[in-house]
């Protein structure tokens, strides 16, 4: 039995009596207080997570080399980046399934770092070793080495202003920066999981920590957040999860993510099944649902057009603390993808009327 990792700020949980439970390999905290209660401070002001189970894979070499490697295995446009901007991907499998969704943070035409996901990392370190056939390119696994924490909410700005003591307003949204703090380089990035505006910063172990206990120390605003929060506000905002409308067998496009799928000149795994599905379509796709009754949809319960023909299920569900009603997201048949038309999730042997929902169930601090 493989023992459960910890992160840095595994005691700066407990000291703050968080309830702690395995995520991902991860010892992690589900919630300090109370979900709902975490979740709305977070739209409301701002919330602290830690994410350093996350996994950070450096990329170096030739410029030409490089981008042409990372165009072959990813299905978002690589070079269209420019320095100090980040971009939501996917690396993708030889059958045109995810290994992983990512965020690709581009530092010179001769070096970029992809944010995996905590379960993934290795699987993402392995493959993009498999197609470096020449050993063209140097591929670091450096997701040990750094501490990530993620601030998020309306009021994040004001808070790491203070706090780092610089302007942020020139910071855009998807974009980063390398600067200094306490003697150290990190990295800080104006991206997120929950619909907010929000932040999130890569810095050393050590500093990690610091950072994490003077925020919460000088914020009386600020809320620390576990992962429960984070999967209420990631389903508001209709953020996919891997493993849950994500996974190895599904294509971007039935995953709900086919609006990052470009057609390149080089081609990528899997390239031809993925633009076929843009192109015509796909029998089932990813889409949101809103419950009309009361209710909580959960992963894997059957979602019905009427009362006989079953057109899909759910993959992930929950209450919605803002909107005060279930609400999920489902692999449903794509002829039901229309806004707001009445469907129904069965629940107990019970099936609720739903609506199908195509936009966000919550517009964040982010959109506005």
């Known amino acids: 039995m493989t023992e459960t990792k910890k992160t840095p700020l595994y005691f700066e949980h407990k000291q703050l009596g968080a309830k702690m439970v395995p995520f991902a390999g991860w010892e992690m905290p589900i919630q300090y207080s109370s979900i709902i209660n975490e979740h709305l401070k977070t739209r409301e002001l701002a919330g602290i997570f830690d994410v350093s189970h996350m996994g950070e894979i450096f990329l170096e070499g030739e410029p030409t080399s490089l981008v042409n490697f990372l165009e072959k295995l990813t299905c978002n446009l690589v070079q269209s980046l420019k320095p100090n901007q980040v971009q939501y991907n996917a690396i993708v499998n030889e059958q045109g399934g995810l290994v992983d969704d990512i965020t690709l943070y581009k530092f010179t035409d001769s070096k970029y770092m992809i944010c995996s996901n905590a379960a993934n990392y290795k699987a993402v370190f392995e493959h993009l070793n498999k197609y470096d056939n020449q050993k063209e390119i140097q591929i670091r696994d450096e997701s040990l080495n750094w501490n990530q924490i993620a601030i998020q909410g309306p009021k994040a700005g004001n808070i790491l202003e203070a706090y780092l003591k610089t302007q942020l307003s020139s910071l855009k949204y998807y974009h980063f920066m390398e600067m ?81 799928v470009k057609e390149k000149s080089i081609p990528f795994l899997g390239m031809e099944k993925i633009l076929n599905h843009k192109k015509n379509g796909t029998e089932y796709g990813i889409c949101g649902i809103s419950l009309e009754e009361s209710g909580v949809p959960r992963e894997n319960y059957k979602v019905w057009g009427n009362e006989n023909q079953e057109i899909g299920y759910i993959t ?53």
């Open 180 to 260: 200094s703090l306490k003697g150290e380089n990190m990295i800080l990035s104006r991206t997120g999981y929950t619909g907010e505006d929000g932040f999130e910063i890569y810095s050393s172990v050590n500093l990690g920590i610091q950072i994490w206990k003077d925020l919460l120390e000088q914020n009386p605003n600020l809320t620390p957040v576990g992962l429960g929060a984070r999967d209420t506000l990631r389903l508001e905002a209709k953020y996919p999860l891997y493993g849950h409308e994500l996974n190895s067998e599904r294509t971007p496009v039935e995953s709900g993510i086919g609006w990052i």
């Open 316 to 368: 992930s569900g929950t209450y919605s603390p803002s909107l005060k009603k279930g609400i999920a997201l489902g692999f449903i048949k794509r002829e039901y993808h229309e806004e707001g038309r009445e469907i129904f999730v069965e629940i107990r042997n019970e099936k609720k009327k739903a609506k199908i929902q195509l936009k966000p169930f919550i517009k964040g601090s982010i959109f506005k």
